[in-house]
């Protein structure tokens, strides 16, 4: 079975400034991995996705992820925040084998400050 | 193109009372989902439909049933409310699930209060 961790609940930093809100997953099998986005009273988006090839995936709003299958990672970073980036962000994992369940972290809360 | 929609956005029941949270989709995707969203716990699942006339149970089916009624629409019962239903509900959709393809658009949620 999969699971993922999302290793802080909330992540407060100042617009302009760099952020990396991180994620770990387990699985015996290989994986696609996503990031979705929550703004304020909304349902999910999905922000970007790794499903293979190349192991740095972005997204068009600045955001960046680095798939690690050796550390079995899979963080998400910004080099500069916006106060518009604010938001719940969750990590997200699916086997590529086939199945219908994907499984969401418990997710960060990123709080850009002005 | 109005994606997932759901209805209602708020609802408050009353313990024992039951009601339908409705869901559709106009992007012709195959599997259909419920989640309910809780503090610090992300989003857990409910039910499922991989396809339309199927329904599986997800990681939290208890006190609740599900009906595929066409391939648009996916509608969540709770035949009796509790107040651990108290959430937000989400119901999402996705186009081909279990190929590169099997990313999820979700509704706006249902905001459920069981008194």
């Known amino acids: 079975a999969q699971s993922v961790t999302q290793l802080d609940s909330q992540v407060p930093v100042f617009e302009e400034a760099p952020v990396e809100l991180r994620c770990n997953y387990s699985?015996?099998?290989?994986?696609?991995l996503f990031w979705y986005v929550q703004y304020p009273n909304q349902g999910l988006q999905l922000l970007l996705k790794y499903l293979s090839g190349s192991t740095l995936v972005e997204s068009i709003n600045g955001f960046e992820a680095e798939f690690n299958k050796s550390q079995t990672s899979f963080h998400l970073r910004k080099p500069s925040v916006h106060i518009s980036d604010t938001a719940e962000y969750f990590c997200a994992v699916s086997k590529n084998t086939g199945g219908f369940k994907t499984i969401f972290g418990a997710g960060t809360r990123l709080f850009v400050k002005a | 193109n109005a994606g997932v929609t759901q209805t209602p956005k708020f609802q408050v029941l009353k313990t024992g009372q039951s009601m339908t949270l409705q869901c559709a989709q106009d992007m012709n995707h195959n599997s259909m989902y419920w989640y309910r969203q809780d503090p610090g716990m992300g989003l857990r699942l409910i039910y499922y439909s991989a396809s339309e006339g199927t329904t599986d149970k997800g990681e939290v089916p208890n006190g609740y049933n599900v009906s595929r009624l066409n391939k648009r629409e996916f509608s969540l019962r709770l035949e009796s409310a509790a107040p651990s239903q108290t959430s937000v509900y989400f119901c999402?959709?996705?186009?081909?699930?279990?190929?590169?393809?099997?990313?999820?658009?979700f509704g706006p949620g249902t905001r459920l209060t069981v008194l």
């Open positions: 999402a959709s996705s186009p081909y699930p279990g190929t590169p393809h099997n990313e999820q658009f």
């Open positions: 699985s015996s099998v290989s994986v696609y």
